[in-house]
């Protein structure tokens, strides 16, 4: 994967009517090839910068590029994709009609949309409705349209703002399945999504926006660095000069077992606390390594980032070049 | 390039899919239907495909004034009445929502974030809403023109001129629709309020057209008064210089008969001067309305004006205009002559027609456009600087 950035972004500020501040030195990097999750509870002012990147609003201070090109670039977006939150395609319009009308606004030339029509739909599982009027379709189908529309200028990035919303669940796996193809072709891919489970199946990098700031930006694995540790359960009681040996804390289960936790992401310091345990007679059920889901990490970045904080990027894990206040 | 006819290809699409479209369309061709009903005979002119017959001398199928009055009828009431009323206000309720649907959440960061310009989508999108009145018009002139060569058998081509005409006036009232669109985002807004625009202007040139009309009624009432002065202050000098002559004479009979007549004279002369100056009083209370309402109109676009070249145009160089059969003067005998009341109406009506056409074509559309152009740049500045 190269690591040329496709998004790179610094100091992103946006106020609304000299009052809603949405972006707060907003600072990014999205790398070639890979997937990136933009997470970010209501508010945090994820659909205002992907707006931003897509021209349809314009930021009060802004400096970074994307495919090397300035934002605000409209040339550029013949290489971008955009599938917006809540979109609403004219209801007159039939499915292949959609594709060819965006994809004709996107500079694609007839010949080639009367192509790839056909193709983005079979992609997308939506060919048998090609001619149905897109007024007559479920939020699931016109999510498919959405992406299919997105696709037709072959862009080298695509930014989808929740792209499973509405969608079924065979549906979702079906979407992440196409993302991750994408990603084996070379194109780089950028969901904003509330659906952390979803992302954190596909995501290669993610970045956690709060109160217009990103709190956290990194690989998932490494925003879970700190957190990640090994579970040992056993039957009984953990002596206790075991538990401070390791600087651990013990927690009972659900089922009268109790669960050692060890902060170690190495296998092999574990291996002397296993021998302790069975040296004092202690019957081992499980032992698993364990690390935040993506839940846990965005659960965290919200609380960490409470109203006072002052500094972007406060939270642990990879911090953010955020810029100064707005 | 692409973009603009992907643009142009959504606008026709979206027209095709509005039933109030085809509704219009089809309501045209019921217009155009009723203008072939009409026609003329040997007697005079039928309707209802010569059912009926109305004996007129002056207007029959061997008359000239035949295919004056039926080509005046289709741009005189046919186009002033359905095309720039009925199928107008019809076009606006279809061609409101252009806007706000295009800038409604949801649709417009599909079309914002495509790689076109801003300025291009206004442009296109604006073109695209004017497709549903040259569409419509000229569906409506092709028929009018096959109707009028089947019944007059002459072969208008400048019927085709209300296709830029009519165009144009709707442009007029649409870039207002737009500038509404734009900054309400709200169909019923832009609408309702581009019709009041409408009314407006409708109710600034009515006031406009009344005022003139008893501006120049009053001016040849005055200019009525002032012969008469002048002819009575003629015979007062006559009478004077005969009186003088008789007295040299000492005629007596003769002198009771010029004095008589001197004082006759006199006196009518205070009443005809006392009404020469009620006359001016009135003229000069007038003239302050008058100039309001120029101030008023100045600024608005010539809606009706820009019609009415249509009706200029296709009575160039006929010896009898539409007009002529209006006001009745292919029918004017020697007892109409004699009246006053009558050739001083006719008289305002002739300057009411001279002041109209005095303002030259370009004049008219070239200082409605102006307006347009004024209200699209507005437009155009919400349009390109809003975040959406």
Known sequence: MSTAPVIAIDNVYKTFKRRVHALRGVSMRVHEGEIFGLLGPNGAGKSTLVKILMTVIRANKLSGTVLGRSVGHKPTLTQVGYLPEHHRFPKYLRAE??????????????????????????????????????GEFSKGMQQRIGIAQALMNDPKLLLLDEPTDGVDPVGRREIRDLLIRLRAEGRTVFINSHLLSELEMVCDRVSIMVKGRVAMEGTIDELTQDSRRYEITVKGTVPKDIVSSVDGRTESTTDGMMNLIVPTAQAESIQPVIDKLRGSGVVIHVVKPVRESLEDLFIRAIQTTGEDSATPGAVTGRRSKGGPEA | MTAVFAILMDSYRSLKAQRLFKTVLVLSILVIVGFASFGFNAKGMTLFFGAVTIDNEFIHADSPHAKTLYLGI???????????????????????????????????E?????????????????????????LQVSVFCLGAFLVAGWRIDEWT?????????????FSYLF?????LGVVTRSTLVALLFTLLFWFMTFGVRT??????????????????????????????????????????????????????????????LVSLEDELADRKKLLSQLKPWVTTINVLRWPLPE??????????????????????????????????????????????????????????????????????LVVLILAWWVFVRRDY
Not at chain 2, 110 to 134: D, E, Q
Not at chain 2, 325 to 335: A, N, P, Q, R, S
Request: hydrophobic letters at 45%.
């Open chain 2, 157 to 169: 081509v400048s019927i085709f001129l209300a296709i830029p005409l009519v165009t144009i006036f």
């Open chain 2, 303 to 372: 809606t009706s004006r820009t019609i009415g070249l249509l009706q200029r145009w296709i009575d160039q160089g006929r010896d009898v205009t539409m007009n002529d059969i209006m006001t009745g003067k292919i029918f004017e005998d020697e007892e109409y002559e004699e009246e006053d009341d009558f050739n001083r109406d006719r008289n305002a009506q002739e300057r009411m027609m001279q002041r109209e056409e005095g303002i030259s074509a370009g004049g008219i559309i070239g200082w409605s456009l102006l307006f347009e």
């Open chain 1, 97 to 134: 009609q959609v594709l060819d009308y965006l994809a004709g606004l996107s500079g694609v030339p007839r010949r080639v949309r009367k192509k790839r029509i056909d193709e983005m739909l079979d992609l997308v599982g939506m060919r048998d409705w090609k001619r149905q009027r897109v």
């Open chain 2, 207 to 268: 006031a406009d057209d009344i005022l003139h009309t008893v501006w120049f009624q009053g001016e040849a009432m005055m200019e009525h008064w002032e012969q008469n002065v002048e002819s009575e202050t003629q015979d007062l000098a006559n009478y004077k210089r005969e009186l003088a002559a008789l007295e040299d004479e000492g005629s007596e009979s003769g002198l009771q008969y010029y004095r008589s007549q001197i004082k006759r004279t006199e006196s009518s």
């Open chain 2, 74 to 108: 289709f741009s005189a009431f046919i186009v002033n009445l359905w095309l720039a009323w009925v199928a107008t206000i019809l076009a606006l309720i279809s061609t409101s929502s252009i806007y706000p649907a295009f800038l409604s959440e949801g649709a417009v």
């Open chain 2, 175 to 179: 870039c207002v629709n737009v500038l």
């Open chain 2, 110 to 134: 599909l079309v914002m974030s495509k790689p076109v310009r801003r300025t291009t989508l206004f442009i296109a999108k604006y073109i695209g809403g004017l497709l549903f009145v040259v």
